[in-house]
């Protein structure tokens, strides 16, 4: 399943990369979407890369401010996230879906077949 690293507490306008290894799964094979959960609210998804790379897509909320990429050669993928806002407190999870299932990512959640335990983002002064 997917493992998820890099949360902690930043200050407003800071930076954090989170990471995602894909740990008993090559991660070649899979989409890979960020979601988020911040506290009273539904999980919603922030982003997505297809297993190559070359497509992502970003929620509206998070457009400029954060970068997914992945390194399939360490078998990991990554959020930047810059800019911090006290609204992007959450839990951040990494879901992977099987990319044969279809050629481009989306937001849904149901496009995801492994999700990891979540590392939590704390945007505070």
């Known amino acids: 399943q997917p493992v998820e690293s890099g949360g902690g507490l930043v200050q407003p306008g800071g930076s954090l990369r989170l990471s995602c290894a894909a740990s008993?799964?090559?991660?070649?094979?899979?989409?890979i979407g960020w979601f988020r959960q911040a506290p009273g609210k539904e999980r919603e998804g922030v982003a997505c890369?297809?297993?190559?790379?070359?497509?992502?897509v970003y929620a509206d909320s998070v457009k400029g401010r954060f970068t997914i990429s992945r390194d399939n050669d360490a078998n990991t993928a990554y959020l930047q996230i810059d800019s911090l806002k006290s609204e992007d407190t959450a839990v951040y999870y990494c879901?992977?879906?099987?990319?044969?299932?279809?050629?481009?990512?989306?937001?849904?959640?149901?496009?995801?077949?492994?999700w990891g335990q979540g590392t939590q983002v704390t945007v505070s002064s």
């Open positions: 879901a992977a879906g099987w990319a044969s299932r279809k050629p481009l990512c989306n937001l849904v959640e149901t496009q995801y077949d492994y």
């Open positions: 890369i297809i297993s190559s790379a070359s497509s992502t």
């Open positions: 008993g799964f090559i991660l070649d094979y899979y989409h």
